[in-house]
């Protein structure tokens, strides 16, 4: 095993499968002479050269379109926006041809791409920066999801997510690219669909995906100091959903919280509900708490911030409230 950095991980991620397959080329703003926004592209320019590392414009629908149109031809291309609040601007290529072109032409165009890039908050960015919109594409039939939060998981999951023939929204976190953590030195993939115990316990199950999961273990640590055991569930692919671990978690534990950093209307936490309470609604020893941000935008204030965005005091509660203490 070796210690990289998340951002370490993107690219030799990205590095690996460039080298394994030469259908596969990485295009976005600033990821080539740059070395990418957040350098999860660092050294693959002076490696693959221009044809296959490609800066391009400030324009998210047109690269978006130029990568629909060169996967319908053979290509395997990476797409990186600077944040997936920018892939608003492109959404009509990702959602209206990417997600549909498979089954609109019989099979005929398998869609291998991926869409990559930061989600929800990194601090102080705003309202329009500080998104997150993994339930809007988890909620498109043709796109898969994957939300890692580890650096072991980042390079599994984007490999796989490469080499598959379906178009996957890869979505990562600007405030987790400096975070480290162990990979093997040789090659490893991570299967997309399958859900890890991150932690098990006895006492109640907190579902999670991406760098919020931290506030869970936070609380789990806490409330182990209590006596109360969690166990926690890492969806790391949002779409699709490893329903089963979820399932098979809550009927040993009977209580559920599902912490997530999105809205809550509509949200992953709520689809996540509904499943629970159609499947195993006879195992449940109490109702279900869902943990999100607030239902407004994300305000710039550090102290609105603060009291917009979940965090471990929350999981602590959601869980006494379940627990019924």
């Not at 991926?114 to 102080?124: D, E, K, L, N, Y």
């Not at 609380?219 to 006596?227: M, T, V």
């Not at 969690?230 to 949002?238: F, P, S």
Request: proline share 6%; with cysteine.
């Amino acid at each position: 095993m070796k210690t990289i950095q998340f951002r370490e991980a993107i690219a030799e991620a990205m590095s690996e499968e460039m080298r394994r397959d030469e259908s596969v080329y990485l295009m976005g703003e600033e990821v080539a002479e740059y070395n990418g926004a957040y350098k999860a592209s660092k050294g693959m320019l002076d490696e693959f050269g221009p044809k296959r590392v490609i800066d391009t414009p400030i324009a998210e629908l047109g690269f978006a379109g130029i990568a629909v149109g060169s996967a319908m031809n053979g290509c395997r291309p990476i797409v990186e926006y600077m944040t997936f609040n920018f892939s608003l601007v492109g959404i009509d290529q990702i959602i209206n041809n990417a997600a549909k072109m498979r089954q609109m032409s019989a099979g005929q165009f398998p869609m291998p791409m991926v869409f990559r890039g930061p989600t929800a908050s990194a601090g102080q960015l705003g309202a329009t920066h500080s998104q997150a919109f993994e339930n809007w594409f988890a909620n498109t039939p043709g796109l898969k999801v994957v939300v890692p939060s580890t650096v072991y998981d980042a390079k599994g999951l984007l490999k796989s997510a490469i080499r598959d023939n379906d178009p996957v929204i890869f979505m990562e976190s600007e405030q987790m690219y400096g975070d480290k953590g162990e990979v093997p030195e040789g090659e490893y993939t991570i299967p997309l669909g399958v859900a890890d115990i991150k932690r098990e316990g006895t006492d109640v199950t907190i579902v999670s995906f991406g760098k919020i999961i931290k506030e869970a273990h936070i609380a789990a640590d806490a409330l182990q100091k209590e006596g109360i055991s969690c166990e926690i569930i890492d969806l790391r692919t949002v779409r699709p959903m490893d329903h089963d671990a979820i399932l098979k978690s809550v009927k040993k534990t009977n209580r559920l919280v599902v912490l997530e950093e999105a809205w809550p209307f509509a949200s992953v936490a709520s689809e996540i509900t509904y499943i629970v309470q159609e499947r195993a609604f006879d195992y449940l020893d109490a109702p279900i708490q869902r943990i999100t941000t607030a239902d407004a935008p994300a305000p710039y204030s550090p102290t609105l911030l603060k009291e917009w965005l979940p965090n471990s005091e929350d999981v602590v509660k959601a869980v006494k409230k379940v627990m019924y203490k």
